[in-house]
């Protein structure tokens, strides 16, 4: 019976692939089982009784399926690493932190792009005229920031310059995006002023609303290590890049905030929280913007 028993411990400890892919399916469906469970909420005692098998075995499957996932990771991370790094591509996304900002970069400028044309749809089909359209000119913004300094990493490179002309290049690269920084808080002056007297939200309704507040979270949290790493780049644009990273997930922090507020909050109180918080953001913002631009002029007497 020992003898079992330790084989049985044995197999759990280094599963084959098949118990794996079946273990990764079980988590799958009971916890949907218990999702879907917990939301009906019958008084039914066989639907309680469903719903409490259903946790326990949600919680059974997903503490193996977490304990699989450490012990394999590393396995797969370097398989998957080498796999990637047979590309060119590949190898540049994971040996150039410059380019590898650059390519996200451009993807955050298509997503820019298409919000915009979204929200100037949305001002002229329904009654929120203002409050879409000065949105449209807050993506737009960040469409003119992110979509500068992609072109200039897309000729660069292709054109005859020193490298100290293409540093006072760089370095005007990253002063006009302060300065451009600067007018996000003027974007932003009408969604607030209705947030605050018309009671608007950025609405997110049902489940949707957790999901966007854990992207902002990871937004806020990445944007910041993604500045502190940016220190140690020679090349000032992508810094800029960060920096505008920053401001955005800033402002995705208080769009969640009147989202929240707007969705849970039964009474009025909170209309001092969100001027509190869409202050901030409008003094940080304006503050990343002013250092950029006397950081580079700093940089630039330095040449």
Known sequence: MKQVFLSFIQKIKTPKKWLIILTFIFTLIFSACAITLA??????????????????FAALFLSYSVYLIVIYAPKIKGKTVALVKKTTFGKRMLDQYGFRTIIFATCSLIINIAYVALHVVLAFITDAFYWYIFLAGYYAILVALRSGIVLYHKRKGKEPVTSIDREQIEIRKYRSCGIILTLIPFTLSVPIAQIIKLDRAFIHAGLAI??????????????IINVVKSKKQTDVTIQAVRYIGLADALVSIFALQTAMFHEFSKGSGYAFANILTGSVVCIITVALGINMIISSSKKSKQQ
Not at 40 to 52: A, F, G, M, R
Not at 215 to 223: A, C, D, N, P, R
């Open 210 to 223: 957790f999901a966007f507040a854990a992207y902002s979270f990871y937004k806020i949290v990445m944007s």
């Open 39 to 56: 939301i009906i909420n019958s008084s039914n005692l066989v639907w309680q009784i469903l719903s409490y098998a259903s946790y326990m």
